[in-house]
């Protein structure tokens, strides 16, 4: 399974981007975003299912994630942004059981992450 995540790039405080992430399979039950920021660990940002979405606290209002089946791409789309969201974002995808949702231990796939900078 390949995951291709792109979009990143560089924006100022207040601004917006969006990221996209094409899976060469289709079929599993959560697709999600992580990220993270330089000297932390991999954190969870949202999560989308058949059924709903899942997201962080901090990213809550400001960031929403889609899933175009057709096209089999996922998406995160970034309002608001903040320095703190400055981080590499990685797609995933996997089958994990609901408890799972937001761990990295529930995906098995990754993409290969792309750089979100966020400036002050």
């Known amino acids: 399974v390949q995951l291709q995540a792109s979009g990143g790039g560089l924006v100022q405080a207040g601004g917006s981007l969006r990221l996209s992430c094409a899976a060469s399979e289709r079929g599993f039950r959560s697709y999600a975003w992580f990220r993270q920021a330089p000297g932390k660990e991999r954190e969870f940002v949202a999560a989308i299912t058949r059924s709903r979405s899942y997201y962080t606290d901090s990213v809550k209002g400001r960031f929403t994630i889609s899933r175009d089946n057709a096209k089999n791409t996922l998406y995160l789309e970034m309002i608001s942004l903040k320095p703190e969201d400055t981080a590499v974002y990685y797609c995933?995808?996997?089958?994990?059981?609901?408890?799972?949702?937001?761990?990295?231990?529930?995906?098995?796939?990754w993409g290969q992450g792309t750089l979100v900078t966020v400036s002050s």
């Open positions: 995933a995808a996997g089958d994990p059981i609901i408890s799972y949702i937001s761990t990295k231990e529930g995906y098995k796939h």
